[in-house]
Each structure stands twice: as C-alpha cells, then as structure tokens.
C-alpha cells in the first residue's frame, strides 16, 4: 500500500490539511545477541530477524574503536560517512584514524542463499584474529561482530564497573 492511498481516520495522508506531516516510520533497530561460528571460508550465518533489517545489500566495517566488525544498512552507513565528513579531512589525526577505517570497509555486500555473510580476510584478520567463534549482537543502528572470548572479557568488565555506570547515568538524568 503506497502512502497516499493509506487510510487514516476516514482520509489518505494525501487529502490530510496542507503542512501535515506523515507519521514517522520507526527506524530499524537491531537488538538481541546470538552465538554462532565462522566456517572454514569465514562466512557467518546472520540470524533471519538481522538479515531482514539489513535489506539487500549492506556494509561491513570496524567498530569505531577497532575492537569489533560492525555490518550496516546502507542507509546507517551513508549517515555514519557524512559524520565523519564533517570531521573535515585537514585534521591528521582524523586522516589516520579514516584511512585505517575505509580500508577495513566493504560496502555492497549481501548475504548468499543460506543467509551467510562472507567477512572478507583483512578485516577477518585484523579484527577477530584467529577467532572463529563470535557473539553476533544487536548495536540499535547496526549488527556487531565480536569474538566470543573479547565479549566474554567486555560482560566482565561491565559488570564490575555496572555501579559506577549507573551512577553516571543517573547525573545525566539529572542534568
């Protein structure tokens, strides 16, 4: 159903008063957490709800800290890039960190027929070392990748610093 002809209280958005805005369309989020494991050719089962939300083609790239791999929807991708567009390009630290950035970056991917993700061998390297087995989690705009002895350590250290974390996020509501 395309959105004029959509109803609402008895009149399609089209005939709504001039100036009346649409409803806004709930953006994608991703969120759960899932064991799996990378095969012999390192590709990655994507759980069915994920591929859903990625859409047909989608993009494979470091977190922003290098500590994961991050897949994105192409529209989470292009919104992350004009981000780091606006950093400007004239500031050598945000070259350096860019450069290594887009050259662990792989836009244009898809899933094959079994729902697999093909995580190409440099980042593969790079990031998840020789590790084979991952956590494959929710990140609210994107899926993230991590080795499953990296998450286990990043539970751990959550739950140890959970009550200075809490505190701090009862001073932002505060504030």
Same mark, same amino acid.
């Given at each position: ?35 799996? *494991?990378? /095969?012999?050719? &390192? %590709?990655?089962?994507? +759980?069915?709800?994920? #591929?859903? $939300? ?55 991917? *898809?899933? /094959?027929?079994? &729902? %697999?993700?093909?995580? +190409?061998?440099?980042? #593969?390297? $790079? ?49």
């Amino acid at each position: 159903m395309s959105l004029n002809s959509k109803e609402n209280d008895g009149q399609s958005i089209s005939e709504k008063a001039p100036g009346a805005e649409p409803p806004e369309t709930p953006a994608v989020r991703f969120i759960g957490s899932y064991n799996h *494991s990378l /095969d012999s050719k &390192g %590709r990655l089962v994507i +759980p069915q709800g994920f #591929r859903e $939300k990625l859409g047909d083609y989608f993009c494979i790239a470091p977190s922003y800290d290098f500590s994961s791999i991050s897949v994105y929807p192409t529209e989470m991708w292009e919104k992350r890039n004009r981000t780091y567009e606006r950093l400007g390009t004239l500031n050598p630290a945000v070259n350096a960190y860019l450069e290594q950035f887009y050259a662990l970056s792989y836009d244009r991917q *898809s899933c /094959d027929a079994q &729902g %697999r993700i093909l995580l +190409p061998v440099n980042i #593969r390297n $790079k990031i998840l070392n020789e590790e084979r087995d991952v956590e494959i989690t929710g990140a609210n705009d994107h899926i993230r990748i991590i080795g499953a002895k990296n998450s286990l350590s990043g539970w751990e250290n959550f739950r140890n610093n959970l009550p200075e974390l809490l505190q701090m996020i009862a001073a932002l509501d505060q504030g």
